[in-house]
DNA sequence: CTGAAAGCGCTTACAG
DNA sequence: CTGAAAGCGCTTACAG
């Protein structure tokens, strides 16, 4: 099946190729008329634009802009995102993709707010965002969808949105895999501490969807009769994790294990570590720097890795693929689950 | 920095730019003292054609070769490469990557040395390729850099080749990894019984590799105090699996867990199941369909994965990459070890 | 041995 | 409202 250029439509149609291109790109300036037929004959006969001629031609740029919280020391998290993207924009490569980004700071509605609105005016073909506040998201995807740009949701879905495409964890899920594998190794009548750094509010919600797997897990198999004990922590600060602990091991001897439901495992491990606890499960997530540090001197036992930056690597080449061809394969997708211990980390 | 185009080397020599084309392609009819010109001026400015133009012209096609053993159903770890290959094609669009697949059967030398005749016949511009066979991969080598086609390796990894890249497991590690699964999860007393399902012989030396890896583990850790059997299972008839697996289980009530080494791990599974075991910890290779089945019903504990299919996919990257840039990134690259569950396994 | 021209499929002014 | 021309960077005949 041979290629459909422009200058098929423009024959068929009896027009210039110029004209073709006008309708096909809105250019306006078209008679009602020929710019029907030409549309009617682009599609009988499949066009598809020459990705490669067009940029070639002019040296076309794509600009997108992304939207998501500030990264920093303190939430790690989010500086990986912008690490995804700049890896699409590379492997996108001879094409042109420029991605501006725009951050807001975590759980600030205004800024949020004011960032959509820089994003508005910067005009992009394409916007990859994390639509974390869930109504200032939703006034958001309604502008996109009156200025018809299209968008792509990356860690958090909501509904009643129009977005082309959702690229996320599945953090239920996670959290099964995470009491998987405590429960493997637990003597089934320990019980097991759940922790929730909650300062790690950048992602309540895939906090509270892991423990919900977490416990389902235990639900739905039977297994462990040992006690479920959940804490909340509020700060990471070493001291106040170091009384709120020994707290807890105080209360409570027969614990074995310690799920960490937030890329904050290092704080209690540093806590184990410190108090020279020995035969403690410590299970975690996300391979960070730090975790990964403890997982290779022994002490976490396992980071459950959820690939952070490739989502938003994917969503960069979802939309390019959108704008280049207009198709989107699938709606929604979920980041593999890892499972990371000291014997494989080395390899990822 | 602007892009340096052909004429900007063209204006420089003070030639046209035709014949810059000519010396950079080596299309020969150019005088010496031309083609030197031409050639410093280009390494001067650093010149990299553009593929985006390259690709427009005469719709250029790469050809390249892959040469490996022939996949089957006795055999699906080998049919899983010629998918990654596809896909590789496919995410390399608009381009056109040509691969001509050449598939040897498995440890015929007559064979494999007809097939590397028939690559050679066919002129590719690369070659993907499985270096199993080593004395006549050596010399399929030679005879590739005699003609100057590049060529990468696949899954095996031999000396002494000028072999662009490789793309390949770390078996040694995958069966550390395996070790630590188990150890985990095992009763340090309880003995370990290591199966070899040699039929498997389209990866003996990865086999090896594995078990070397396995029991490095528990040498270096110094945990499970419990014996290690290996034995080897000629061929997977489930009739002599299973009389061979009574015989052991017969003179060894202490076995706790299992290792397969390959893929076939379903085919103790099936043991387990018919003997109806209970308490036994089984872990394996590869995430195949019918491996995964007893994952799922939870015969299969664990299963280690090493993506095959990713492999080729990377190596049809790497001499696309290649053949358009001539840079190539990492020499040799292993890929993740991937433990997968129950839990996990829906979401690779 | 070398240069000038045509063309790949598309877009962008420009002229009418 | 529409067409014809030039150009993106490269390659491929063709003419000299």
């Known amino acids: 099946m041979k290629q459909v ?22 250019r306006g300036e078209v008679a009602a008329e020929t710019r029907e037929k030409v549309l009617t004959i682009a ?32 939430n790690v ?29 975590l759980h600030n509605e205004v800024d949020f707010v004011e960032k959509t609105r820089e994003i508005l005016e910067y005009q992009p073909e394409g916007v990859i965002f994390a639509p974390i506040l869930k109504k200032e998201s939703l006034q958001f995807c309604n502008e996109l969808d009156t200025r018809n740009i299209p968008y792509i949701f990356i860690d958090t ?34 019980d097991i501490l759940i922790v929730n750094l909650a300062k790690d509010l950048e992602n309540t919600q895939h ?13 739905d198999t039977g297994k462990n009769q040992g006690m479920k004990i959940t804490v909340e922590i509020p700060v990471s600060d070493p001291k106040e994790v170091e009384e709120r602990m020994d707290a807890i091991f105080q209360s409570n001897p027969n614990i074995g294990a310690i799920l960490v439901s937030s890329a904050k495992t290092h704080a209690i491990a540093r806590y184990i570590e410190s108090r020279r606890l020995k035969d403690l499960i410590l299970v975690g997530y996300e391979l960070t720097r730090k975790n990964k540090e403890f997982l290779k001197k022994g002490i976490i036992r396992f980071l459950i890795g959820q690939k ?41």
């Open 5 to 26: 250029r422009i200058k098929d439509i423009a024959e068929k149609a009896g027009v210039s190729i110029g004209t073709v291109d006008r309708v096909l790109h809105n």
């Open 43 to 74: 599609r009988e006969l499949h066009y598809q634009p020459n990705i490669v001629a067009q940029a070639l031609t002019a040296k076309k740029q794509y600009n997108l802009a992304a939207l998501m919280p500030r990264g920093g020391s303190d």
């Open 77 to 105: 998290f989010w500086t990986l995102h912008p690490q995804g993207i700049e890896n699409a924009i590379k492997s996108l490569r001879p094409f042109y993709v420029d991605v501006r980004f725009f951050f807001f700071e």
């Open 157 to 190: 879905f909501i509904e009643n949105a129009n977005c082309l495409s959702f690229v996320g964890e599945d953090a239920y899920q996670g959290g099964r895999v995470a009491a998987s594998l405590i429960d493997y190794g637990l003597l089934p009548q320990k």
């Open 207 to 219: 906090l509270n969807r892991r423990n919900q797997g977490f416990m389902s897990y235990f639900l």
């Open 308 to 348: 952070p930056m490739k989502q938003s690597e994917k969503a960069v080449k979802r939309m390019f693929e959108y704008l280049t061809t207009g198709q989107i394969s699938s709606k929604r997708e979920f980041q593999p689950v890892e499972i990371i211990n000291v014997e494989n980390v080395d390899l990822f």
